[in-house]
């Protein structure tokens, strides 16, 4: 989510001078976290022992704890990203590309550690006995929604991207 955050900074341009809630990017970014979530969302309520990668007995969660889980680790994280992201671009872009990789490189670091638990769908017990599907399987059955947001986010950030490189464009003609 921090990386979310980071990428959607650098539209921000350096002389904005305002806290960032008032950056259009930072809800668009904040739009492009939220097409991420709904797969999130769906998958735990459709296998939430695979969203606590199979390491708790009781994964059910109350809608009280839903709403702290997406807000202090989907979209604070995200909020932090923008910030810190647009606070490093503005000091050199040579440091906010090494903290995107920092953040990369992190991601990379959980899921091949969890790769064991990531790469499988299902109950506690169907990963524990080793019959829970394949994320990777075209029966994955959280494939078409997880496909589905992907898609959308992907088509949304080209959406950002173009309309901002137009307003850039046109703020530089004469």
């Given amino acids: 989510m921090l990386l979310f955050g980071?990428?959607?900074?650098?539209?921000?341009?350096?002389?904005?001078?305002?806290?960032?809630f008032f950056s259009r990017y930072f809800w668009h970014g904040l739009v492009f976290t939220t097409f991420f979530n709904f797969s999130v969302f769906y998958a735990i309520l459709?296998?939430?022992?695979?969203?606590?990668?199979y390491f708790v007995e009781d994964s059910q969660n109350s809608v009280l704890?839903?709403?702290?889980?997406?807000?202090?680790?989907?979209?604070?994280?995200?909020a932090l990203g923008f910030y810190l992201g647009y606070d490093i671009k503005n000091r050199s872009k040579v440091l906010w590309a090494g903290f995107a990789v920092f953040l990369i490189a992190a991601e990379v670091w959980i899921v091949l550690h969890l790769f064991?638990?990531?790469?499988?769908?299902?109950t506690r017990e169907a990963y524990l006995n080793k019959t829970a599907?394949?994320?990777?399987?075209?029966?994955?059955?959280?494939?078409?929604?997880?496909?589905?947001?992907?898609g959308i986010m992907i088509l949304y950030f080209f959406l950002v991207l173009f309309r901002w490189r137009r307003t850039r464009s046109e703020s530089i003609q004469f």
């Fill in 6 to 20: 980071a990428l959607f900074s650098l539209f921000e341009r350096p002389t904005f001078g305002r806290p960032v």
């Fill in 46 to 53: 459709k296998f939430p022992d695979w969203m606590w990668m």
């Fill in 65 to 78: 704890e839903l709403i702290y889980i997406f807000v202090f680790l989907y979209y604070l994280p995200y």
């Fill in 116 to 122: 064991d638990r990531y790469s499988v769908v299902g």
């Fill in 133 to 150: 599907v394949s994320l990777f399987d075209p029966a994955n059955p959280l494939g078409p929604v997880m496909n589905g947001s992907v």
